[in-house]
């Protein structure tokens, strides 16, 4: 017996006892399938329809517009809430994990914020309604729903930036610390530059959350969109526009329509995602 | 130092803000429901289920009964793909073929929840409808949407569930003689429990919160009971009713109340939740 036939991988059973695998294997198969039958319907029946007229025109009541607009406002909200939200998270973020004055109470504040986490989005689309659309009087409008998209992506970011901020050990800080470095100096001159790419790539998870939301923004920026842009003008958002064309709107080629919203919807979300995933690989290799 | 007191001040301040904002919004809810148990109590909303606020009956019954059977049928029928999407990706595929099946996993993850209720209107609604004879949409079609919505997320963190087993556990049972099978089912899940319970309570709490795709196929109307019949959810209830209650009429305060009722029982999925964590 030669010597490489004692390793312990001849001694795992190979082909025997890995029926379950199998079995497993194929149901795991068959799940992908089921996911990539959402996204491939999806391009079949939409790239036809898919134009330059379509990315830039506005939409007509009756088809044949675009959904110009739509992308644009997506891009405005989500962007400017995003500018909004995402410095407010990170502080919150260092203020949990690297001044935490209070431990104790860590516990309970994280406890509280998963439960916000988990709140479905409607029940903010309720709030805002209720208070700045009905008591302080904000117009159906873009402002709107850039509260409302603040709102719903605040929690979310500290969650991500929090996760972020802990993969650093402790150790690190510790030996930072002893060299003399005050906390700040040590924030922005170790923490920081390290996970500047997970926070990156995580933000890219957030905006494409915030670019499907649509709950909380058919009451708060409206289901339809004006001929200039304004803050003050409804703002409807293209995955709004994919829901309200496929639920309530009157277009008779409203199938073709909704595929098409849904392809740029799909193509969008996938641009965050890899323009923030290489951008983050990018930073990471200049750092070093 | 200077600016560190400084910095330190400046983001306790901002935890100041979030908390103050995020404690406004739980009191609004809280106070619009009291508001509203004042009025109705506070169970007799939960078992009637006569609804119609225009004669002052807010019966909830059938909307929750909708939540949990949409929510219960979602994860049961997600359970088994999701373990075998896992036990591929953690124990089958090897090498960068992992991390591949992770990213392809992540998109889905952060597909907008609008474009499952697209698929669930094109390919679900008419599919049941054809072998049923229903109209196609209810409680089942929203059950199949809401599981194959969730599955991405259930199979990534029971991945990463298994993931955590060490490797000495496994070596050492395929070392005693053990077959692979006999490892994943004796060894593998039983010490990823934990984690792959926590995994399941944050799909049921995504499940339970989902609006747009169920809304899109529940269909609306209730009172039948029955999968094949259209219902409604807390969630889709909610969204519906937000421009015919607005503040100032008799039935607002319900609306406060479903709220109240969500986040209530988010509250106890996430205890649950941390408890399985310890």
Redesign the interface.
Known sequence: MSQGDLS?KT???VS??????H??????????L??L??VI??AI?GLPRLSMEFLFKSPQELGRGGIGPEIFNTLVMVGLSQGISLP?AI??A???V??A?APHLAQWFD??L???L??????????V???AV??WHWPVSVETGILAFS?IN??YA?SLAIEAFQHIPDEWREASRALGA????T?TRLILPVIWPDIIELTG?AT??L?????AL??TAGINVSGRFAFSAPGETV?VH??YI??EGLMPNA?QE??AT?LV??LL??AV?WVSQKFAEWVKNANL | ?K??KV??Q???M??A??IV??GF?AV??VWGSWRFTRQHGFLSPILSSRWNPLTGHFGLASFILGSLTVTVLAVVIVS??????S???A??LQGSWQRYFVR?L???V??????????G???IVPGIRRLTGSSGYGVLSASLVVA?MI??TF?ILSLKAIRQVPESYV?GS??LGA????T??HIILPTARPRLAQAALIAI??A?????AV??VIGGQFGRPGLLHPAATL?TQ??TD??LL???TAGHFV??YM?FL??LL??V???L??RMGE
Do not use: C, N
């Open positions: 312990p001694l795992k059973p025997q006892g890995r029926l379950a695998h079995v497993l294997a194929v149901i795991g198969m068959g799940a992908i089921a996911l039958s959402v319907p999806l029946e407010l502080m919150v260092i203020y949990r690297e001044y004055h406890r509280a998963h439960v916000v988990s709140l479905p989005t409607v029940v903010i689309g309720l709030i309604v209720d208070y009905i008591r709102l605040w929690p500290l005050s906390r700040w100096q924030i998870l494409a959350r670019m499907g939301e649509t709950a058919i009451y995955a994919l829901w496929r639920t199938d909704a595929a849904g919807l799909l979300v996938i995602l | 130092m600016i560190d910095m330190d400046v983001t306790h901002v935890l803000l979030f904002v995020w919004i609004i809810i088994p793909w999701s373990l075998g999407l036990v591929l990706g124990r089958i392809f992540t998109v889905f952060s597909l907008p929840s609008v474009l499952y209720g697209w698929w209107l094109t390919v194959l599955l991405p199979s070596e395929v070392g077959s692979e099978d006999q994943l089912w709490a995504r339970l919160g989902e609006t747009i809304q899109m969630t909610l969204l937000l421009p607005p503040p100032g609306l406060d709220a969500l986040m988010m509250t999925i996430v205890g939740e941390m």
